[in-house]
């Protein structure tokens, strides 16, 4: 209810500001509802169920599909927040919460899932790394969608091009992973690719930094719950 209010309100104060009109808004909540489509399909993608192609029943299978729709999504969504017009970090983050919400209580309801749901949420542990996960997700989303309203899309990619390489240090300093020396050769080139990225853009690598710890501490996270 409080993001509902949040999100309500900036409607009126950006009608009142930027002279939204009728069609405009109506424009942007289809903006919002083609978002939900496609993080729905990549959950289908991530159960097996993709629609436009067939997805084998390995867990290798079902990763690669998964994170294709996963990339897919994250890649146009600059678009669609371009296509929004002028529009603060925080309402964007904010109509995120509320149709995701509304969409995931679609597939928990679809999917049979509400139970598994309460068994989850009285675990004090899983609620707590939940609410942990969530606080860094939020930040991550804000300085995303900041920077690619204010035109510093490059400095948003870049952190995802770094967040792989954090992803791999926890795996092997937190998690106790392996690497072999091909794996090791492949992260070295990669790493030298984000340093020479980072030359260029150093007037805003703290968004590329932020977005790139965050997002490996929420995966990190998520995995260890």
Same mark, same amino acid.
């Given at each position: 209810?409080?993001?509902?209010?949040?999100?309500?309100?900036r409607e009126l104060i950006l009608r009142k500001e930027v002279g939204l009109t009728r069609k405009y808004f109506v424009n942007r909540m289809q903006n919002y509802i083609v978002t939900?489509?496609?993080?729905?399909?990549?959950?289908?993608?991530?159960?097996?169920?993709?629609?436009?192609?067939?997805?084998?029943?390995?867990?290798?299978?079902?990763?690669?599909?998964?994170?294709?729709?996963?990339?897919?999504?994250?890649?146009?969504?600059?678009?669609?927040?371009?296509?929004?017009?002028?529009?603060? *970090?925080?309402?964007?983050?904010? #109509?995120? $919460? %509320?149709?995701?919400?509304? &969409? +995931?209580?679609?597939?928990? @309801? =679809?999917?049979?899932?509400?139970?598994?749901?309460?068994?989850?949420?009285?675990?004090?542990?899983?609620?707590?790394?939940?609410?942990?996960? *969530?606080?860094?997700?939020?930040? #991550?989303? $804000? %300085?995303?969608?900041?920077? &690619? +309203?204010?035109?510093?899309? @490059? =400095?948003?990619?870049?952190?995802?091009?770094?967040?792989?390489?954090?992803?791999?240090?926890?795996?092997?300093?937190?998690?106790?992973?392996?690497?072999?020396?091909?794996?090791?050769?492949?992260?070295?080139?990669?790493?030298?690719?984000?340093?020479?990225?980072?030359?260029?853009?150093?007037?805003?690598?703290?968004i590329s930094v932020t977005l790139g710890v965050s997002f490996a501490l929420y995966g990190l996270i998520r995995k260890t719950?």
């Amino acid at each position: 209810l409080p993001v509902c209010a949040l999100v309500a309100r900036r409607e009126l104060i950006l009608r009142k500001e930027v002279g939204l009109t009728r069609k405009y808004f109506v424009n942007r909540m289809q903006n919002y509802i083609v978002t939900c489509t496609l993080f729905a399909l990549a959950h289908r993608a991530a159960n097996g169920k993709a629609p436009l192609m067939h997805i084998s029943a390995s867990p290798r299978s079902k990763g690669y599909a998964a994170g294709i729709a996963a990339y897919l999504c994250w890649g146009v969504l600059p678009i669609y927040f371009k296509l929004l017009g002028p529009m603060p *970090a925080g309402t964007v983050v904010a #109509n995120r $919460v %509320i149709w995701s919400v509304v &969409v +995931m209580a679609l597939i928990l @309801l =679809a999917t049979n899932s509400l139970r598994a749901l309460r068994a989850n949420l009285s675990q004090f542990s899983v609620v707590r790394a939940m609410f942990g996960s *969530a606080l860094l997700i939020g930040l #991550n989303w $804000v %300085i995303y969608a900041w920077a &690619v +309203m204010n035109g510093h899309i @490059l =400095a948003a990619s870049l952190g995802y091009f770094l967040n792989p390489l954090i992803n791999v240090a926890l795996g092997v300093f937190v998690l106790g992973e392996h690497l072999s020396r091909r794996q090791v050769a492949g992260i070295a080139l990669a790493a030298l690719g984000v340093v020479l990225l980072a030359v260029g853009s150093l007037d805003m690598l703290w968004i590329s930094v932020t977005l790139g710890v965050s997002f490996a501490l929420y995966g990190l996270i998520r995995k260890t719950a």
